[in-house]
């Protein structure tokens, strides 16, 4: 949990990172492999960062959910978790079928283990874009409203 910084002055760009540093890593073409792999590591910690940062609201959440609380509220609390979960296993299989750090090499994975590991790494990428398309539409107030900060002059 962290405390005594602006929290709303971090957000924004940390959000817009996560956003586009998810387009361009969903892309793997855009990069090639080994840039993929640096990328996919980077947005891991981004949105680790980004997980820790709502640490407050989650365990507020958890000390409520006993109680009555809107299920939009409910919804956006267990997708979160569903986020943290697809995105450890995506950024986990990632790390065991990459270059950069060989497992593969170290656990003697045959050639039939890395392409189902690699399966597996594309369907947590699949999911994830699901799980982060259901996360943005339950955030639209907050993209909204500061869409709306950030171009003032289209309002007029
Ligand atoms: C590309 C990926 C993601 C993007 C673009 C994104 C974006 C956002 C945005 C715009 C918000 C609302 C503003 C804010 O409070 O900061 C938000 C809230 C939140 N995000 Fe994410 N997020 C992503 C991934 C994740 C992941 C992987 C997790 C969990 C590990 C997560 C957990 C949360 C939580 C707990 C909240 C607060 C929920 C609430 O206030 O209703 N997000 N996210
Ligand atoms: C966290 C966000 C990540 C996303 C959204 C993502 C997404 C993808 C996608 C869509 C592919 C293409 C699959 C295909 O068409 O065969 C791919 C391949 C790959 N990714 Fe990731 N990935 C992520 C993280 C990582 C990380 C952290 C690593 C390693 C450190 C990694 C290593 C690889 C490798 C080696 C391939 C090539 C697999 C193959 O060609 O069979 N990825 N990734």
Redesign the pocket.
């Known amino acids: 949990m962290i405390r005594n910084v602006n929290l709303a002055k971090i957000?924004l760009p940390?959000?817009l990172a996560?956003?586009a540093?998810?387009i361009v890593t969903f892309n793997q073409e855009l990069t090639g492999e080994a840039l993929h792999e640096w990328f996919g590591l980077a947005?891991g910690t981004t949105?680790?960062v980004?997980?820790l940062?709502?640490g407050t609201?989650?365990v507020n959440v958890t000390k409520k959910f006993l109680k009555p609380l809107p299920g939009k509220?409910r919804l956006?609390?267990f997708l979160?978790?569903a986020?943290?979960l697809?995105?450890g296993f995506l950024v986990s299989s990632g790390i065991l079928i990459s270059d950069l750090f060989d497992l593969g090499h170290v656990l003697n994975f045959n050639e039939d283990m890395t392409d189902t590991w690699s399966e597996m790494h594309e369907s947590a990428a699949n999911l994830c874009l699901v799980l982060?398309g259901l996360?943005?539409a339950?955030?639209w107030k907050?993209?909204f409203t500061n869409l709306k900060r950030c171009f003032p002059q289209a309002q007029r």
Do not use: R
Request: aromatic share 24%; net charge neutral; hydrophobic share 70%.
């Open positions: 957000n940390l959000n996560a956003l540093g998810f947005l949105l680790f980004h997980f940062l709502h609201w989650i509220l956006s609390y979160s978790f986020l943290l697809a995105f982060v996360h943005l339950l955030q907050w993209i």
